[in-house]
């Protein structure tokens, strides 16, 4: 049973400050790592994908992977109100399904 | 990425109908799943709609209660039948498209049975 798991939250930031989300798997040919923002009544859209370890920036957003100890991390840098959302890991190997996280639900106070 | 239209958005049902969910993609699409999320959870998926053939669903789920079509690439259909209130969540639509690795959502359907 491939699993993939998250700290359900709440967690809870002041406004400006970094967030950090982890995601650990158990799959160890897990290949492909996603992370999705869903907001309140949403359906999931995509953040951010990673492939390789190490960190991969897109603006606020940095992913972090590292295949030996199965995790993968979401860094938010300046954290918004806006950015308050549950957040899903998702986990891909070639030729399978994605298999998503609980999720975490973050909450960041103005 | 690509416009992915399901309808209806949300449905307020009697139990014991069926409901069909529309999910019409604009891109070339390898693959397409349908979903549930019920209140408060992750995503599970229900199954994999194959293009011409019977879908390939998952553990706990079965055709005649999820029937679904794939007529064409860009195209499926999920009817949940015979609905009890258990069966009220949201169903996503969700696809991959031709040369990306990446999942993409349609809006999906907050579906009510009462």
């Known amino acids: 049973q491939k699993e993939v798991e998250q700290n359900s939250g709440p967690l809870s930031v002041p406004e400006g400050a970094i967030a950090s989300l982890n995601c650990t798997y158990s799959?160890?040919?897990?290949?492909?790592f996603f992370w999705y923002r869903q907001y309140s009544g949403k359906s999931p859209e995509l953040i951010m994908s990673i492939y390789s370890n190490g960190d991969k920036e897109d603006g606020r957003f940095t992913a972090q992977l590292n295949k030996a100890s199965q995790y993968v991390s979401l860094l938010i840098r300046d954290s918004q109100p806006s950015d308050s959302a549950t957040y899903l890991c998702?986990?891909?190997?070639?030729?399978?399904?994605?298999?998503f996280g609980p999720g975490t639900r973050l909450s960041v106070l103005p | 990425s690509a416009v992915i239209s399901q309808k209806p958005s949300r449905d307020i049902c009697q139990r014991g109908t069926s409901l069909t969910i529309q999910c019409q993609v604009d891109s070339q699409v390898t693959m397409m799943f349908w979903y549930r999320q019920q209140p408060g959870q992750s995503l599970t998926l229900i199954a994999t709609?194959?293009?011409?053939?019977?879908?390939?669903?998952e553990s706990g789920f079965v055709i005649d209660k999820f029937p679904i079509s794939r007529p064409n690439l860009t195209f499926s259909t999920l009817t949940v039948s015979n609905m009890s209130p258990e069966d009220s969540s949201i169903y996503l639509c969700?696809?991959?498209?031709?040369?990306?690795?990446?999942?993409?959502f349609g809006q999906g359907t907050r579906l009510t049975v009462v």
């Open positions: 998702a986990v891909k190997s070639y030729g399978q399904n994605f298999v």
């Open positions: 799959d160890r040919v897990s290949q492909s």
């Open positions: 709609a194959n293009q011409g053939s019977e879908a390939t669903y």
């Open positions: 969700s696809v991959e498209l031709q040369g990306e690795t990446e999942a993409f």
